[in-house]
């Protein structure tokens, strides 16, 4: 699981220790993916499923795509397809993806690198692995976060960000047990490079056996641990883990992760996912791929898809 790696921790800043009065957040559920398939056919975990939409705000969902090893000819991604309403955030762990839209965004992202498109008031895109990996095959693991835009910027000008590996803000903690990369918001004081409308920070953490990992975060935000691989633990009680669960924590100012001392040969560290927001606390009408405040807008907007408002294929 490259994604960034570093070979000496030492050098990066550290994260500040909880101090006298700070609380942890408390574990209210876990949750287990349970897996299915998306677009043409490729592997996902719904990380946030049986996670109440309230819990989850200002987020819709979560994919876990792969980790999968492809053979020749077998990577698939997606066809033409419309959003309005909210931001996909592709960011990809293993391997290569291609992404175009209709406003002109696009590019591949591959070991580390982040997309991140503001669907806004709407456009088409397609996600789908470059001719080199169809032909040759090959591990590809990543992650998809839907994030819910706030009534008055739903239908905002769409935007996209290409944000690489190296832009990524890197952390450790104080005994460099574990690589925090930072990919949007800020942490301890250390702000990634995403810029969101939405008040929020999305974190891949990596922990070495045994080590544990206090994480600043923001008082006001909701925060979700996903484990992408391994075993551990969350909470100051030692809630456990394991790969594919999330868990749901409570209000505090620091969230608590441990990983276990033996982790087995094929995941030989902790990797988590620590999303969190601003809830927006507005009504949610979800319908496939447009997200919105009323169903009225849910309908106006595969109207304006039918009508083609939201743009034509590039290349089309």
Known sequence: MPAVTVDDLTVLPRLSEPGLGDQPRPVWQVSTAPSGYEGEGFPVRRAFAGIDLRHLDPFIMMDQMGEVEYAPGEPKGTSWHPHRGFETVTYIIDGIFDHQDSHGGGGTITNGDTQWMTAGSGLLHIEAPPESLVM?????????????????????QPRYQDIRSGEVQLLTT????????VIAGTV???AGPGATHTPMSLVHATLQPGARLELPWEVDFNALVYVLAGNGS????????RTGQAAVMGAGDYLTIAADRTQDSRTPALEVVVVGGQPLREPIAWAGPFVMNTKAEVLEAYQAFQRGAFGQPQGA
């Open 174 to 181: 104080p005994d460099a047990g574990a690589l925090v990369r």
């Open 136 to 156: 040759s095959g090959g591990l590809f693991h990543g992650l998809q976060l839907w994030v819910n835009l706030p009534r008055e910027q739903k239908m905002s």
């Open 188 to 190: 301890d004081g250390h």
């Open 234 to 241: 969350v909470g100051i009680d030692g809630q456990p883990l």
